[in-house]
């Protein structure tokens, strides 16, 4: 008599259903839907807040805040101000090793656009800390932070951009006069001090 055999497929519990190519394209879009201030709200509210954990910690180089409240409310208040969106040139996701969290890193250039024709590039690196949930078909941000260059405000402020490049080139020689005689402070004895030295003597015969 023949055995009955289970043919259920095997299933690893612990792998996400969200693959790395997945996580990548939505971690791309998120970015420029946050920073684009023409994405209506409910947009946001849709595709952006059901991803949102409840103790989400924002970090910038000017401010920190915690809590998915004040973070909503930071996200939806920027559609008021100065208009601005963002140019994604690369992403990147990785994994823990338990598979349940990670992190992606978007790399861009932000435009602010104070007037109509203005466009002010900004270099900007955007992390995302996340955790994968219900059974990994979805992820719940827990950090979001945002790492930008003050050189890059500087340089395009008006009256200040001139005076920022002109003293960066100033520093620069500055720097390296300071190598060059740092290093003749620091070398080796001259070939007219080196001949001075008494020779060692040979050994006995």
Not at 2 to 19: A, E, S
Not at 24 to 32: I, N, T, V
Request: proline fraction near 8%.
């Amino acid at each position: 008599m023949g055995t009955k055999v289970n043919c259920l497929p095997f299933t690893i519990p612990t792998l996400p259903r969200l693959g790395l190519a997945d996580l990548d394209k939505r971690f791309g879009r998120l970015a420029r839907l946050m920073y684009d201030t023409s994405v209506p709200l409910a947009t946001l509210e849709k595709e952006v807040y059901p991803h949102l954990g409840p103790d989400i910690e924002f970090v910038n180089p000017w401010r920190r805040v915690r809590g998915v409240e004040t973070y909503r409310v930071d996200l939806s208040g920027a559609r008021g101000g100065a208009r601005f969106d963002l140019d994604v040139s690369h992403t990147s996701v990785r994994l823990s090793e338990p598979r349940h969290a990670g992190r992606a890193l978007v790399d861009g250039t932000l435009f602010l656009r104070p007037l109509p024709r203005c466009a002010v590039p900004l270099r900007m690196i955007v992390t995302y800390d996340f955790d994968m949930i219900e059974g990994g078909e979805s992820f719940q941000i827990s950090r979001h932070e945002e790492m930008w260059r003050f050189g890059d405000i500087l340089r395009h402020a008006p009256l200040l951009g001139r005076a920022y490049d002109a003293f960066r080139s100033c520093s620069g020689y500055v720097f390296t006069g300071a190598v060059l005689l740092s290093r003749a402070l620091s070398s080796d004895p001259s070939g007219a001090e080196a001949g001075r030295v008494a020779p060692a003597q040979a050994p006995a015969p």
